[in-house]
């Protein structure tokens, strides 16, 4: 029976190197000469140091430019709070989403549900594995998931017939 799964996981290697070009920019960069600023990546932590609330926006700022470079979607980002870590400084720790949360597959799968469509969704783990009998069905419904979940960077994968 064709099948394929709902994902949402972001491309690893290009999140890094858009996270090193950062840092080699903010390297470079007069503005940024002498202060506290950095970006790091540790597993899927990306944290962002800096003098101030104004130099944690200017990092952000050069981390999406990058991302949107690499093709990366900015929306795989879920931004932390800027916290005071002594003295003048602050950080920032942004997670990189990996993995569907459960109300949003449920959002999906009943998304899918209303639709009419002969497919049927199930949750499997941090995935939506999509079934139905035929193949214009299945692209219907990935069509379908594109639209109605806008906020989510979705990617479909395993795609069987």
Do not use: C, Y
């Given at each position: 029976m064709p099948s394929?799964?709902?994902?949402?996981?972001?491309d690893?290697?290009?999140?890094k190197n858009a996270v090193d070009n950062s840092?080699?920019?903010?390297?470079?960069?007069f503005d940024f000469k002498g202060t506290s600023a950095a970006i790091e990546i540790k597993d899927k932590d990306i944290t962002l140091t800096g003098d101030?609330?104004?130099?944690?926006?200017?990092?952000?700022d050069i981390l999406r430019?990058?991302?949107?470079?690499?093709?990366?979607?900015?929306r795989y980002l879920d931004?932390?709070?800027?916290?005071?870590?002594?003295?003048?400084k602050v950080k920032q720790v942004s997670k990189v989403r990996n993995g569907i949360a459960t109300e949003d597959a449920k959002k999906i799968q009943q998304a899918i549900k209303g639709s009419k469509l002969k497919v049927q969704a199930s949750i499997q783990g941090d995935a939506v594995r999509v079934t139905g009998a035929k193949r214009d069905d299945l692209q219907s419904a990935m069509a379908l998931i594109r639209s109605e979940v806008?906020?989510?960077?979705?990617?479909?994968n395993n795609f069987r017939d």
């Open positions: 394929f799964d709902t994902v949402l996981e972001a690893l290697v290009k999140l840092a080699k920019e903010i390297g470079t960069r101030g609330q104004f130099q944690i926006d200017q990092i952000n430019n990058k991302l949107a470079k690499a093709g990366v979607d900015v931004l932390g709070k800027v916290e005071k870590i002594g003295g003048d806008k906020d989510l960077p979705l990617s479909f």
